[in-house]
């Protein structure tokens, strides 16, 4: 049952960010809009690319502790660059 709720979790996640991502581009392309571009950037970055990353980590042959050392590492780095990019769309607005 939470296996079933999760996955449908992330998948409604992916859509409602491809609907943020590909608006936030449409405007951008309209017109010179960075906030929106800045927030597509932020949800790309904490979205495919953290999980395309952590998914290089798992397949990975590293030892179990180093594969959760790394994957720390890059939560707490697509995080920082989540927050920099929002920073960045509020410093605009």
């Known amino acids: 049952m939470i296996k079933t709720l999760n996955k449908i979790l992330g998948i409604l996640s992916y859509f409602l960010g491809a609907a ?3 608006e936030a581009l449409i405007k951008g392309v309209r ?3 960075p906030p929106q571009l800045y927030i597509a950037l932020a949800i790309i970055i904490v979205g ?4 395309l990353a952590n998914c290089l980590i ?3 042959k ?3 502790r180093a594969k959760e050392l790394y994957k ?3 939560n707490q780095l697509t995080s920082l ?3 920099i990019l929002l920073g ?3 410093r605009r607005v």
Do not use: I, N, T
Request: aromatic letters at 4%.
């Open 20 to 22: 943020v991502v590909l």
């Open 48 to 51: 495919p690319v953290e999980d």
């Open 81 to 83: 660059a989540f927050l």
């Open 62 to 64: 590293l030892d179990s």
């Open 88 to 90: 960045l769309v509020v």
């Open 31 to 33: 017109g010179p809009s």
């Open 58 to 60: 798992r397949k990975s």
């Open 72 to 74: 720390e590492l890059v």
